[in-house]
């Protein structure tokens, strides 16, 4: 293999025929590989077997074990090297089962994710390429089959030449082909079940493979919400009746799914279609709902119907009305020629969204006069039914906007259930969750009163009535002083608070995922009132990744979220909170966490300038060659390399591998030199600048 990669080097090769009981030996020179001239062949002492004496050039002496390695993986032959004998391996030890065809060996394998287009198929020899051969899926994306192919001795499939690491088109690679599909049909016969498209089912026929029908069981059905617009897969229904549902707007699922919740108005249980399915004989004798639309019924007009698409008249306004229909239309089989049969379903909620808005505002929320709903299930359905995160460069984070939204969509339900004064209070008191009470001092409490007049707050007792001032209202500026929270009937009760301990870095270098959340779990030394109280956790903090940083952001919504930092909502004790940071010191992005009292607006911001200054100090007392590395790190892919990466005659061959970086010299302007030659005015030029914030 690869002898001819050998032209224009000093080659010695001895060889001994078995056969003929001689052996002989050929020397053969750089200039002699082109030059014509005869070569002398002489006897060697050689009993059997062939050697070639290869004079290595340096660049080879570093990789040629490896190299020697990776030839040996899947090589038929045992392979000596430094007189040890490498490990080899089966191309095909992973298969499920193996076929013999045509002088090779077909491997099944079991696969269940999407398969690498690189993936190495075929083994010539100890030579292996990727090649496109069959990789056959469930229907349902579940389970998967692939084949992989060991060369014995399949002269007409040929590779590309010269670098052999393709195989030629052809007839004999179509043979292959369908051999492995076939291959796989049969390995999937003999396990006796499977959940693979009619057209597969077809293709195994077509290659006489017999195979049964796909298993019988389909995902049960569940209303897409409008935040993916996706459908999640339920759980397998199997062995009971069976109806396919189809795939509609969010609003309009989540309200068809609220009205057959609660019985079975269908005669059996929706399910998710798979449209590989048709043809299977099971699949085609399921009933199968057509399509819907909702009738709304009100005093003596005239009904009005809704379905996807059609738009609500303008008169018809959030409220509650006479009555909701869900008209469902449902087919009996999927041959059938009978027209399909309506079935009138009773339900008792309807929302209508705005156009390309999550605009509560342009919502329109109908209820049946018999409807129930409790106000909380009545803000989630709003969530299902009309959320969807704006991904406009100017709109909110994520978890702001759903934050907001879950807010409003409460705040509508209990407007519309619950009447507009309980509504105000509720708003207030979640407010005062949200956005106040971590405020408070530990050992302090803050109490609120409000004045009542006939019913409801004073804030607007009722709608033709003058709003007047409520106690509430001063609720935020009475932090700012005792005269404030004398006016506002706030009274504070205060215990004599101890110095804050410094802040402690608890661990060196930066945590992984599970060392972080064991050190949330760590109790720290202490009594057990500064435990409960939460002190004994307070100003410890370490460094993070910034995977662990994101994960922690999406866990819950934040208590709060500015530039470069976030606080856990889940305080730790009392007032103490974890509080996430993304600071850069000396221009390299780094996260941290620690525990801050949240009850002091100033811990967060006191503890990111602590981190920085011990960051920073740490930074300006790094050793040479840490000071390098760091260096290495920040410098881009395009002004740094490896010496004799692209060019090996430009470099000694003792530099070759070492890192290189582009720096300034005077005189002579940008050039390439190695990181360890850089002098120290050049690596405090190149750490100067100092923490962004």
């Known amino acids: ?212 029908e796909a298993a019988p069981w389909l995902p049960a059905w569940t209303p897409r919400t409008a935040e993916t617009d996706s459908v999640l897969a339920g759980d397998r229904i199997a062995g009971e009746p069976m109806i396919l549902m189809p795939s509609d707007e969010a609003h309009i699922e989540q309200c068809v799914g609220r009205a057959i919740s609660c019985s079975r108005p269908l005669g059996a249980t929706p399910v998710d279609p798979v449209a590989e399915f048709a043809g299977y004989g099971w699949y085609d004798r399921l009933p199968r709902v057509l399509g819907w639309s909702f009738r709304i019924e009100r005093g003596e007009s005239d009904p009005i119907d809704y379905a996807a698409g059609s738009q609500l008249p303008p008169e018809l306004v959030t409220g509650r009305v006479d009555a909701i229909t869900v008209e469902v ?69 994520y978890h702001t906007q759903q934050a907001t939204f879950d807010m409003q969509a409460r705040f509508a339900a209990n407007m519309l259930l619950l009447g507009e004064d309980t509504a105000i209070i509720e708003r207030i008191r979640e407010a005062v969750r949200e956005h106040v009470s971590w405020l408070v001092p530990q050992h302090r409490t803050i109490a609120a009163r409000h004045r009542l007049s006939g019913r409801g707050c004073l804030c607007r ?47 060196d270098g930066v945590v992984t995922r599970e060392k972080m959340f064991e050190l949330f779990n760590l109790v720290p030394d202490g009594t057990a009132e500064e435990i409960t109280s939460g002190k004994a956790y307070a100003n410890q903090w370490f460094e993070v990744r910034e995977s662990e940083f994101e994960l922690m952001f999406d866990r819950l919504p934040p208590l709060f979220s500015r530039a470069g930092m976030f606080a856990m909502s889940e305080l730790k004790a009392g007032s103490i909170g974890l509080v996430f940071f993304d600071i850069t010191i000396y221009g390299r992005s780094r996260w941290f966490t620690g525990y801050c009292d949240l009850g002091d607006r100033s811990s967060p911001d006191a503890m990111r300038t602590a981190i920085i200054e011990h960051e920073s100090a740490a930074v300006a007392n790094l050793s040479r060659g840490d000071a390098l590395d760091m260096i290495w790190e920040r410098a881009g892919d395009d002004s740094r390399g490896f010496a004799g990466e692209f060019d090996p005659d430009a470099w000694p061959a003792e530099h070759h591998g070492k890192r290189t970086i582009l720096a300034y010299e005077p005189g002579v302007g940008t050039v390439l030199k190695l990181l360890e030659n850089l002098t120290d005015d050049e690596i405090a030029d190149r750490l100067q600048h100092g923490p962004t914030i």
């Open 329 to 397: 239309a449902v087919q009996a089989t999927r041959a059938s020629d009978n027209p399909p049969e309506i079935l009138g379903i009773p339900a008792d909620l309807l929302i209508v969204p705005g156009d390309y808005s999550t605009d509560l505002d342009e919502v329109v929320i109908l209820l049946g006069n018999d409807c129930a709903i409790e106000p909380g299930d009545l803000a989630s359905m709003l969530a299902s039914a009309c959320f969807f995160a704006s991904e406009d460069c100017e709109a909110d984070s």
């Open 461 to 507: 007792q009722r709608r033709n009535v003058r709003p007047q001032r409520c106690a509430i209202a001063p609720l935020f500026p009475c932090l700012r002083g005792a005269s404030a929270r004398s006016r506002a009937g706030i009274s504070t009760r205060t215990q004599p608070m101890t110095q804050d301990p410094p802040f402690r870095k608890i661990f």
């Open 1 to 212: 293999m690869g002898v001819f990669s050998l032209a224009g080097r000093h080659v010695t090769v001895r060889s001994h025929s078995a056969e003929l009981d001689v052996a002989w030996q050929v020397t053969i020179t750089p200039d002699a590989w082109e030059s014509g001239r005869p070569l002398d062949v002489i006897p060697p002492t050689l009993e059997s077997g062939t050697e070639l004496e290869i004079s290595l050039p340096a660049s080879w002496s570093d990789g040629i074990e490896q190299a020697v390695k990776d030839a040996a993986r899947f090589l038929p032959v045992p392979v000596w090297f430094n007189e040890k004998r490498l490990p080899q391996e089966s191309f095909l030890r992973e298969a499920s089962r193996i076929e013999a065809w045509n002088g090779c060996r077909i491997g099944i394998f079991a696969d269940t994710s999407h398969l690498p287009r690189a993936l190495v198929r075929i083994n010539f020899h100890g030579l292996t390429v990727p090649c496109q051969l069959p990789h056959i899926h469930d229907a349902d994306g579940g389970h998967g089959w692939y084949a992989k192919v060991d060369i014995d001795d399949f002269p007409d499939l040929k590779l590309v030449l010269p670098a052999r690491k393709e195989v030629v088109l052809g007839t004999a690679l179509d043979a292959l082909r369908e051999a492995c599909e076939a291959a796989i049909f049969r390995t999937i016969a003999r396990e006796g079940h499977h959940r693979l498209a009619y057209a597969h089912w077809l293709r195994a026929k077509e290659l006489s493979v017999t195979l049964p």
